[in-house]
Structure formats: C-alpha cells, structure tokens
C-alpha cells in the first residue's frame, strides 16, 4: 500500500500550495508539491475545504493509476461527504481518505468575503481556440457579455515553459479580448503539469483538471453557470458492430456534469450548474458560427499549440494550423494569418500526410483510412469532400493546387453532413438555461439532426453514439471505505 501523507495547504494572498509526502517513490512524480494562483483573487479567507476538494479532485484520478492501494492521510478530518464526491466520480476502488467526518455542508456566507461580484456570471472556461470560442460567443448574446467571466487556466511542462504559454496567450488572445470587447478575464496559474513525470497522469482528471479546481472562482464571482467546451463526436457511446457499451469522455458527459453539480451545490451551498455548450455541434459547426454570426471573435481565436515566441500565433505547419486552413476554405472565412500557397506547397504537414498516406488503399466509401499524420480531425473526409478547388486553385501555385488535389481525391469522395449540423438529441440531454434562445442561434447557422449515422470514425475506430444510454456515476464509496478504513 502506498500511503500518502497530506500536509496543511500554504494559502498566501491568491495563491494555494499543497504539499505530501509518501512512504516510498512513487514513479509518476517530480517533486511533491503544487500550486495553484488564482490570479488578483484574494483567497486567504475561504474554509480549508475548498483547497481539499481542489486536492482531491486532482490527486485521486492521478494515484488511481497506481496498481496498488493508496491510502491518503489528511491533517484533519476530511467530509465523507466530499471524499465519497470524488472517489466515486474518479471510480478510484483503490484509494482510501482518512480521517473522515459527518460534517455535509458548510455556510461560505460566514467563512469568506464575496464581495467581488453580487450579480451572478456565467463563467467559461477558455482555451482561446474555436469551440470555447464559440461557446462565449453564444451566452454574451445571449447573458450579455457584462454577465461573461473567461477563465483562462495556464499549465506547462516547467516553469520556463508556463511562462512561455502565459505570456504568449496574454498577447495573442486575452489581452487583445480585453481592449476590444471589455470582457471580464481571470487567469488562474498552476504547476501540477510540471510536478508530473508521466505527462498522460496529468490527463487523468478529464475536466475535473478545472470543474475540481474552480470552486474560489464560482464563490468569489457567485458564478451560477460553468462551461466547458468539448464537441459531440467526443462522447462515443459504443463500438460499432459489436455488443460494447463504452462510455468515452464518461468524465465530461452530462451525468457526470449534473453529479458534480449537484454535490458542489449540496456541500458548499452554491448554486452553479457546470455544462458543455458544445456537446450538440462539431468543431467545424462551432467555427462556422463563429465565420457567421461572430466574426470579430473569431479574429482573436487562438489554435495553434506548438510554439513558445509570445510574439507568433501560428505555427503553419500542425494539424491545428490546418484545420484553420481548412475551416476557413470551408466556411468562406477570409482569413490571412496563414498564407495559403505556403501551406499547401510547402508546410510539413502537408507534406507529412502526402507522404504518410500515399500506400494507402481506399476504404468502402472511396476514402482513403484514417492515418495519425492527419490529426485528431474527425471532419477532414466531410472538409476536404466539400471545399470547392477552384477556391484553392485561385489562391495557389501549381504545386499547391496539385498538393491539395491529390489530397482531395484521397480524402474527399463522401460527405459527412452530420459534422456541419446541430444536434437535437443531444442538445435535449443538456437541459441549459435560456435553452430556446441558444438553439435559435445554432440552428440558424446549422440544419438541425434527429438521426444519427450508423457509425463516426474516431481516430479511424468505427464507434456509436446512442443519446437513449445514461452513463451512471458508480457508487463505490461506502464499500471502498468498510473494508479499507485502517483500524
């Protein structure tokens, strides 16, 4: 068994650190300690739970990993209540807390200043790409955008890098969002990416990574709608052909979405409801709002990963520069950042997929299979079917119309419509406020769909989704604890 022994969290102006130590090496980690800071908040005053449940909504998911019993040691006694949340919700059989009280709820109106903000927001969670995006844009026409709050979370593989990625989105998207809009940001800054030896275990947490980690944010600016951005082909339900239920992003899926909701509600006596607007679009639906209905936002977004110049918003050679390339062809979006000769000619990425897909043999619908060179890019069959080539051939070298031809005539024999459009099942299962106002928006830019294809292509895996499934959130708590709790 490992055993983890927590010490009491350092909390100075707007900064939390915690710190634990364990009886032997455990290989995922760097060092043991993290941060976070909540940038400008002040968030010395608020119940040592709040830092707990931030504790544990990270560190559980990451020592699940372990094939071995964790047993966590606390300081002081830690609510069931809010273990029970988050062993259940990371379906963690093998970890125990201890010690552990009955206490089930907590008065925050007592316990810490919220005077920040006395008229509840709506809190994003913002990445700067298009679907985040795409969800700000939709609830400031919606909420007004004096009621938005953009949360922007920074991480990085060590210190260099985390001030790297700060600085370079402070330049390219916040700062410019700021002076064109007036939209309200806060910025939270966090090591736990660089504590980390085993880059996947920081994944672990899904969206809890925020969800878990956001609580001071929603209290101090009495957020009553959180959202995170994830788009539809995600949420697989099963693999086609077969008998498999498999729930993927189970994590993020609305059940789980509505659990933590109502257990965050239950315990701290807020009243914050977490949803993915972009649980009903694609992120080709998303962009083509964007293209439409909300251009001066789309001016700002920010795709592109791969670089640390603060100075420089795209690479021009990833898969994200091209889906940039590619959406923009698609919805007529004119845009300049990313000169389209240079990329069809020229970009490694090009490149990379010409040459890593030209042994290939078309499939059943005359496409070419999925390769990895691609991407993560569920829509580029439905893109590269649709693009007209006299829109590329205008705008191009003879060696970049034929690069993009002979992609074309790879990848480009169906469409897939299902990518450009909205849809209704699952938007049904969200159950948003101002749902009706919302899906006016989407469906003036994408033709609603009630049924679904037999199958999608996930990352060139057949796979279902079944909107009639609910995945439940298990129930593991009280057995875990009856037959682990040390004596």
């Known amino acids: 068994m490992i055993t983890v022994r927590v010490q009491w969290p350092e909390i100075k102006k707007d900064t939390v650190r915690f ?47 372990c094939k071995e019993d964790v047993l966590f040691i606390f300081p002081h006694s ?3 209540f809010m273990a029970e949340t988050w ?29 920040t903000n006395v008229n509840s927001k709506v809190g994003v969670l913002f990445g700067g790409g298009k679907d985040s995006s795409c969800t700000f844009s939709i609830l400031s026409e919606v ?20 001030n790297k990625i700060d600085k370079r989105r402070e330049n390219m998207i916040l700062n410019p969002l700021k002076k064109d809009l007036n939209v309200k940001i806060q910025k939270i800054v966090s090591d736990f990416q660089s504590t980390l030896k085993d880059q996947s275990a920081f994944y672990s947490p899904h969206t809890a990574l925020f969800t878990g980690t956001v609580l001071p944010v929603i209290i101090k600016y009495n957020i009553s709608l959180l959202t ?8 697989s339900t099963g693999i086609y052909n077969s008998n498999i239920t498999r729930f993927n992003f189970r994590l993020s899926r609305p059940e789980y979405d509505n659990y933590l909701s109502a257990r965050i509600n239950s315990f701290f006596k807020t009243d914050v409801s977490i949803k993915n607007i972009s649980y009903s679009l694609s992120d ?44 923009s062809l698609y919805t007529g979006h004119e845009q300049h950042d990313i000169d389209i000769d240079y990329f069809f000619s020229k970009s490694s990425y090009i490149k990379d997929v010409l040459e890593s897909t030209k042994n290939l043999q078309p499939t059943e619908n005359g496409n070419y299979p999925f390769h990895p060179s691609i991407g993560y890019f569920e829509t580029f069959y439905h893109m590269m079917a ?66 679904l294809p037999e199958y999608f292509l996930l990352e060139g895996i057949k796979v279902t989704i079944d909107y009639n499934l609910n995945c439940h959130v298990p129930k593991i708590f009280n057995v875990n604890h009856e037959k682990k709790l040390p004596r």
């Open 143 to 162: 909420h007004g955008i004096e009621n938005i709050l953009l949360i922007s979370y920074v991480f990085g593989y060590d210190k260099y890098a985390t």
């Open 78 to 80: 830690i609510p069931s």
């Open 386 to 451: 649709s693009i007209n080539p006299e829109d590329v051939k205008k705008r191009t070298s003879q060696k970049g119309y034929r690069n993009f031809m002979i992609l074309k005539n790879r990848y480009g024999n169906k469409k897939f419509p299902v990518y450009d459009s909205f849809i209704e099942p699952a938007f049904k299962k969200l159950s948003l406020p101002f749902s009706k106002e919302i899906r006016k928006i989407i469906t003036t830019h994408c033709p609603e769909i009630e049924k």
């Open 228 to 235: 995170h951005s994830n788009e539809f082909v995600n949420y």
């Open 19 to 65: 710190f634990w130590h364990t009886n032997k090496t455990v290989p995922l980690f760097r060092k043991n300690n993290f941060y976070f800071k909540y940038e400008g908040l002040n968030i010395e005053k608020m119940p040592i739970e709040v830092y707990w449940n931030a504790f544990l909504a990270l560190m559980i998911p990451v020592f699940n990993i």
């Open 284 to 327: 080709l639906a998303s962009f083509k709002i964007l293209a439409q209905r909300y251009p001066h936002i789309l001016k700002h977004i920010m795709m592109c990963e791969t670089i640390e110049n603060p100075n420089i918003k795209w690479c021009k050679n990833c898969f994200k520069c091209a889906k940039y390339v590619f959406y």
């Open 87 to 115: 062993i259940n919700f990371h379906s963690a059989s093998n970890i125990t807390i201890s010690p552990l009280s009955d206490k089930s709820s907590i008065e925050l109106s007592t316990n810490h200043d919220n005077s």
